[in-house]
């Protein structure tokens, strides 16, 4: 099988009913509608784990060159992160905030072209590049479930609700997904991007729109991180920088679109 895509659509569709089902659990007397987003998002995930394989097998390089590669595997990695925090923290609803997310970032890659390059410009043919943006997306996957956490965390403290978990876990949450994701964003998004933009372009900075945004996501994460450890932030200011820091990472992405620079092909 040569195709991807109609394993992409099982996996936008099962991530917009994973939502639905989310949403219908709040305030339901039995769990079954969360068991059963549950699972329709693992079904989701299968599926769209079969999609990036099968594209990385027929093109030869992993699915990370244009924007419909990129923005498709960002939303895996959301869900997998997702997944992974799950096995250690249980954070109940925490899937209602997250798969609304997965959802949008899949759509948004669905509005790109689909077609399958096995032949890349030889900027991309280094595997500094796949090391660059491997690290990168899985980082920002981790963010993008911080930010659902942090904002549970401001509705969970402005109104007591019960099928929210306690801010002490949503806290937790947030947290853990940043301690995670900042040192692969770290190490992949500037420390990997620099040795392949050197490799490159013979300079590992540019002040490309997308490096300069990269290293703004980077401050705000560190911020957070300093603030919380030196300082002992927690509660709403740490949840809002968390929010802020998913916010300008989502501007970093997108940016390329309708600002110019060396990224204007992811």
Same mark, same amino acid.
């Given at each position: 099988?040569?195709?991807?895509?109609?394993?992409?659509?099982?996996?936008?569709?099962?991530?917009?009913?994973?939502? !639905?089902?989310?949403?219908?659990?709040?305030?339901?007397?039995?769990?079954?509608?969360?068991?059963?987003?549950?699972?329709? =998002?693992?079904?989701?995930?299968?599926?769209? *784990?079969?999609?990036?394989?099968?594209?990385?097998?027929?093109?030869?390089? +992993?699915?990370?060159?244009?924007?419909?590669?990129?923005?498709?595997?960002?939303?895996?990695?959301?869900?997998?992160?997702?997944?992974?925090?799950?096995?250690?923290?249980?954070?109940?609803?925490?899937? =209602?905030?997250?798969?609304?997310?997965?959802?949008?970032? &899949?759509?948004?890659?669905?509005?790109?072209?689909?077609?399958? $390059?096995?032949?890349?410009?030889?900027?991309?043919? #280094?595997?500094?590049?796949?090391?660059?943006?491997?690290?990168?997306? &899985? @980082? $920002?996957?981790?963010?993008?479930?911080?930010?659902?956490?942090?904002?549970?965390?401001?509705?969970? #403290?402005?109104? /007591?609700?019960?099928?929210? +978990?306690? !801010?002490?876990?949503? /806290? *937790?949450?947030?947290?853990?997904?940043?301690?995670?994701?900042?040192? =692969?964003?770290?190490? @992949?998004?500037?420390?990997?991007?620099?040795?392949?933009?050197?490799?490159?372009?013979?300079? +590992?900075?540019?002040?490309?729109?997308? $490096?300069?945004?990269?290293?703004?996501?980077?401050?705000?994460? #560190?911020?957070? =991180?300093?603030?919380?450890?030196?300082?002992?932030?927690?509660?709403?200011?740490?949840?809002?920088?968390?929010? &802020?820091?998913?916010?300008?990472?989502?501007?970093?992405?997108? #940016?390329?679109?309708? &600002?110019? @620079?060396?990224?204007?092909?992811?």
């Amino acid at each position: 099988m040569e195709n991807d895509v109609p394993f992409f659509w099982v996996a936008l569709f099962a991530y917009l009913g994973a939502t !639905l089902l989310y949403a219908l659990d709040v305030g339901a007397p039995k769990r079954w509608f969360g068991r059963l987003a549950f699972v329709t =998002l693992l079904v989701g995930f299968c599926s769209h *784990s079969v999609a990036l394989v099968i594209r990385t097998v027929v093109t030869g390089h +992993p699915p990370f060159t244009g924007m419909y590669e990129y923005a498709s595997s960002l939303a895996w990695a959301i869900v997998l992160f997702y997944f992974l925090l799950q096995l250690r923290h249980k954070a109940g609803n925490l899937g =209602l905030f997250v798969s609304p997310i997965a959802f949008v970032v &899949i759509v948004v890659a669905s509005l790109f072209p689909k077609e399958m $390059e096995s032949q890349l410009v030889p900027a991309l043919q #280094s595997y500094w590049l796949q090391i660059h943006v491997t690290l990168a997306v &899985i @980082g $920002e996957g981790a963010f993008a479930v911080a930010c659902a956490g942090a904002v549970m965390y401001l509705l969970k #403290s402005a109104r /007591d609700t019960k099928w929210l +978990p306690s !801010l002490e876990t949503l /806290d *937790s949450v947030t947290y853990r997904a940043i301690l995670v994701g900042y040192p =692969l964003f770290t190490l @992949g998004a500037l420390f990997a991007g620099a040795i392949w933009a050197w490799k490159a372009w013979g300079r +590992p900075w540019g002040w490309d729109p997308k $490096e300069v945004g990269s290293l703004v996501v980077w401050l705000i994460y #560190s911020a957070y =991180l300093h603030a919380r450890v030196t300082q002992g932030w927690r509660g709403k200011r740490a949840a809002v920088l968390a929010i &802020i820091g998913f916010c300008a990472a989502v501007f970093t992405f997108i #940016s390329n679109l309708f &600002i110019g @620079g060396l990224h204007s092909y992811v």
